[in-house]
């Protein structure tokens, strides 16, 4: 039997990995140096689907702060120091997340899609065994613009349809996420979305054609269910 669904492309923090609160936290840290607070509800309610670059060019605006950008490198500088000791020695993926991420593998080309630092994302994946298992890792600064631009899903798409070697029909493909910017950024390139609850409640996942709580309620023939 021919499978309706030709690959997937999972965000990475809030889907794969549990790491939003260490983001949170890290920026935190980060922002304490330039006398500033940033609460847990404004971080998950304005710049969760943000890059780090992108964050704090929010954060300037919002908050009209004369940052150059030489300040806002130095500060995501001094932020990726942060988590980074945060992240070392720490399991941080979700749940039944690696089994998932295997099993899919087993079965279609498969993508990371993220505003993380690539690095990040290649420490944790590697600590996790998962590290060959994806065609193409699309990370912070690897398009011109980050989500909710569709530029980074764009990208994976390209990558993963070179890896497979045929053409791939974007509606017969399904980004993962955990935010409403994710969750945009895969409608516009194209691809069929899944919503996670890890970061948001499912009303707030507006876009997505099917909802759960993480990629441990999630199978592969509600994968195929979704494309056909």
């Known amino acids: 039997m021919t499978s309706a669904l030709q690959a997937i492309v999972f965000d990475f923090d809030g889907v794969i990995a549990d790491s939003e609160p260490l983001h949170l936290k890290a920026y935190q840290q980060a922002l304490a140096g330039e006398g500033l ?15 780090d670059v992108g964050m704090l060019q929010a954060l300037a605006r919002d908050r009209r702060l004369a940052w150059t950008d030489r ?8 932020k990726g120091m942060k988590l980074q000791a945060m992240l070392e020695g720490d399991e941080v993926l979700f749940p039944g997340a690696a089994d998932f991420v295997r099993a899919a593998a087993a079965a279609v080309p498969i993508a990371i899609a993220s505003g993380a630092l690539r690095h990040e994302i290649v420490q944790i994946v590697n600590a996790a065994g998962l590290g060959g298992l994806f065609a193409a890792i699309v990370a912070s600064g690897d398009t011109p613009q980050s989500k909710p631009s569709p530029a980074p899903y764009l990208l994976a798409f390209e990558r993963m349809q070179e890896a497979a070697g045929r053409p791939l029909d974007r509606q017969r493909c399904v980004a993962i996420e955990d935010s ?4 945009e950024s895969a409608r ?7 919503g996670v609850t890890t970061s948001y409640p499912a009303a707030e996942l507006t876009g997505a054609e099917l909802v759960v709580g993480g990629l441990d309620a999630l199978s592969l023939p509600m994968l195929e269910d979704l494309v056909k």
Do not use: K
């Not at 607070?37 to 971080?43: D, G, Q």
């Not at 300040?71 to 001094?78: E, F, N, S």
């Open 188 to 194: 516009e390139a194209g691809l069929r979305c899944v």
């Open 180 to 183: 409403v910017w994710g969750l």
């Open 71 to 78: 300040d806002i490198t130095a500060l995501v500088t001094r």
């Open 37 to 51: 607070r940033l609460e847990r509800e404004e971080y998950f309610a304005r710049y969760l689907g943000y890059d």
